[in-house]
């Protein structure tokens, strides 16, 4: 479980209110401690940013997790790969967050039916995946706008991933990378049987998804909304929701959608 510190910096009351996020690993918490060596931390319900000391894992579940606070977040990595993360360091701390590049992301809303009837509702701002839970493959229909448009994959499963988690789990599974502003969503099957050469489609962002299980008895389906999973799934819709949003900060020369640029060239 995260753990969380809070501070307000030294020179007075008109700076920006930060609150501190971190992973728990060692490597987080021993940069909290040298952060609030130099400032104090505020709730996240009183500051004005978030940092979030971590990996991108982190970076999620601080997202999800201060939603509805719609405070701005902005993320050091003490992580692995750290794609959705500035460089950790300590001085200059408030100068970067008051010069850091905001990007504004909306999250998928994943509404699912299970065989037992219950709706489960949840967001996604990497992706939402569709995957196998037994031994045999999925049999999907897919359906695009009320239109169908796969009426049996036959796979491992199938994404829904928006440009920030298309160099996630899509990118691994022979998706493409989306670009920042291309306002698409990558429909993604992984493994795919039938149809054998499917490879996926580009969808406005503006389309309602439709996933039908078609023998939800003897073949199993979960689905994924970035790390919130659901078992027994019959059907399930994903659209965008631009009612939601969250607001990440990049230093200026370390930008989100330079380092999505960049995937799309790396050997």
């Known amino acids: ?33 040298e952060l609030a060596a130099q400032y104090k931390f505020v709730p996240p319900e009183e500051s ?6 971590g990996g991108d894992g982190l970076v999620l579940h601080v ?3 201060y939603l509805d606070l719609g405070r701005p977040i902005f993320g050091m990595n003490r992580g692995t790969v750290g794609f959705l993360l500035n ?26 039916k299970t065989v037992d009837g219950k709706v489960e509702e949840s967001f996604a701002f990497n ?12 049999n999907v229909r897919i359906s695009i706008d009320g239109v169908v448009r796969v009426p049996l994959l036959a796979a491992d499963g199938v994404i829904v991933a928006t ?30 049987f039938r149809p054998r050469h499917w490879r996926g489609a ?10 039908e299980n078609l023998d939800p008895h003897k073949r199993s389906l979960s689905v994924s909304a970035d790390f919130k999973e659901f078992l027994e799934i019959v059907s399930v819709e994903v659209l965008e929701d631009r009612s939601r949003m969250v ?8 930008s989100l959608e330079e380092r999505i640029r960049e995937e799309q060239f790396a050997s």
Not at 2 to 23: M, Q
């Open 1 to 33: 479980m995260a753990s969380t510190e809070h501070f307000v910096g030294k020179r007075g009351l008109s700076l920006p209110r930060i609150a501190c996020v971190d992973s728990g690993s060692s490597r987080a918490n021993a940069s909290r401690r």
């Open 87 to 112: 460089a950790y360091r300590p001085d200059l701390l408030i100068e970067r967050i008051q010069a850091a590049k905001e990007v504004i992301l909306h999250p998928l809303r994943m509404t699912a």
């Open 48 to 53: 004005d940013v978030i940092i979030a000391l």
């Open 202 to 211: 580009l969808l406005p962002h503006t389309s309602v998804v439709e996933f």
């Open 247 to 254: 607001k990440l900060l990049f230093d200026p020369d370390h």
């Open 127 to 138: 992706e939402v995946s569709i995957l196998r839970h037994t031994r045999q493959t999925a």
């Open 163 to 192: 440009s920030t988690g298309s160099t996630a789990y899509n990118l691994s599974a022979h998706g493409p990378i989306l670009p920042l502003g291309t306002n698409v969503l990558a429909l993604t099957p992984v493994s795919p």
């Open 63 to 65: 997202i999800h997790e």
